[in-house]
């Protein structure tokens, strides 16, 4: 009888295991502060595979072509927000996009480019939550704008699934646990004074892992078509996000440090997540700020922190879900300066 218990037992925790996906959740959104770093890379060979669980990605061979950073700005601060009232988040880049962000989805609202603002008075969906393997979005969105005195309809759909778990490999480690979601959305922008009517279909693909809030790798493949014309064009793009914004880090004191210090992480031992605290003093140069684990052979097996930080004093949970019992290292560097502390993970 005891043996049947223990067989039983192990089977229900390996189907916990199993059954145990990662879940996004609004923690994701992006805030006033965050900058996403982007790395176009070669789409020779890269494939999304195939949907379903156990899945295994390996993108460590990528090639790097180019490279971005877009910034993350309260939509508050910038000079276009009149247009678009309903909006908390904007991304400054090329140009301002506008979305609204809430506890239950991410929606885009429209965009400031080039002394034109296209807004959405249908917004459409981008992501809702909490999403997660088989979670499906479905979404319809609508707006127009003005080019050249040509006023556009545009109309549209969205179609977001959790198709697939698994591995990710990437030149910055691996990642177990990784989510991939499927976006398959659709335009059709018409005009009112001329017959052209173009067809867009997005396919992308975007992988998530825990404790990252922005996806780490995505391929992305485009299909526009002018139909009045009947001209066709194909566009892939591949992106990897080498240093995702980790969820979670906050300042935790308003006074600026006057020393650059990690502490403990706490607690240590841990199982599977810590909170490692850490202060960057006011410097001349505004340095990059990095915080990485590493195996006991060296090995780099997280990036936790890779950006531009303000002088203050942060915290941050790491959670160490993807890696094995044993011995790491935490080391925080900005410029020259750099410190490493010991830590215990016991699964």
């Not at 195939?50 to 180019?66: A, E, L, V």
């Not at 678009?84 to 480019?113: H, M, N, R, W």
């Not at 011995?327 to 750099?338: M, P, S, V």
Request: charged share 15%; proline share 5%; hydrophobic share 35%.
């Amino acid at each position: 009888m005891k043996k049947i218990i223990l067989v039983l037992s192990l089977i229900l925790i390996s189907t916990i295991k199993i059954s145990s996906q990662l879940t996004l959740t609004s923690t994701i959104t992006p805030r006033h502060g965050d900058i996403q770093y982007r790395v176009d890379v070669d789409t020779a060979g890269i494939i999304p595979g195939n949907s379903g669980t156990n899945q295994t990605w390996n993108f460590t061979n990528i090639t790097k072509i180019d490279s971005s950073v877009t910034q993350w700005i309260s939509s508050f601060n910038t000079p276009y927000f009149n247009y678009f009232p309903a909006s908390k988040i904007s991304t400054l880049d090329t140009c301002y996009s506008y979305y609204d962000t809430s506890a239950s989805k991410v929606e885009y609202i429209g965009q400031y480019s080039h002394g034109t603002a296209f807004q959405y008075t249908n917004f459409q969906t981008i992501l809702s939550f909490p999403f997660t393997y088989n979670s499906v979005l479905n979404d319809t969105y609508e707006g127009t704008f003005i080019v050249d005195g040509d006023t556009i309809h545009r109309t549209g759909t969205v179609n977001v699934t959790g198709d697939a778990t698994g591995t990710i490999f990437l030149p910055s480690g691996s990642f177990s646990n990784a989510l991939r979601l499927k976006h398959i959305i659709t335009s059709r922008d018409s005009s009112f004074s001329s017959q052209y009517v173009i067809l867009t279909s997005y396919t992308v693909y975007d992988w998530y892992v825990p404790s990252k809030k922005f996806s780490v790798f995505s391929i992305v493949n485009i299909d526009i078509n002018f139909a009045s014309d009947n001209i066709s064009f194909f566009f892939k793009n591949c992106t990897y996000n080498p240093a995702s914004s980790p969820i979670g880090i906050m300042p935790v004191s308003n006074s600026i440090p006057t020393d650059f210090k990690l502490y403990q992480n706490y607690p240590n031992p841990f199982n599977p997540i810590t909170k490692i605290s850490f202060d960057i003093p006011q410097t001349e140069n505004r340095e990059n700020t990095k915080l990485a684990v590493y195996d006991m052979l060296g090995r780099e097996t997280a990036v936790i922190v890779n950006e531009h930080l303000k002088p203050g004093s942060y915290e941050i949970e790491f959670n160490a879900q993807a890696l094995s019992s044993g011995t790491y290292f935490i080391r925080l560097q900005t410029g020259k300066d750099f410190s490493i502390k010991k830590m215990m993970l016991i699964k």
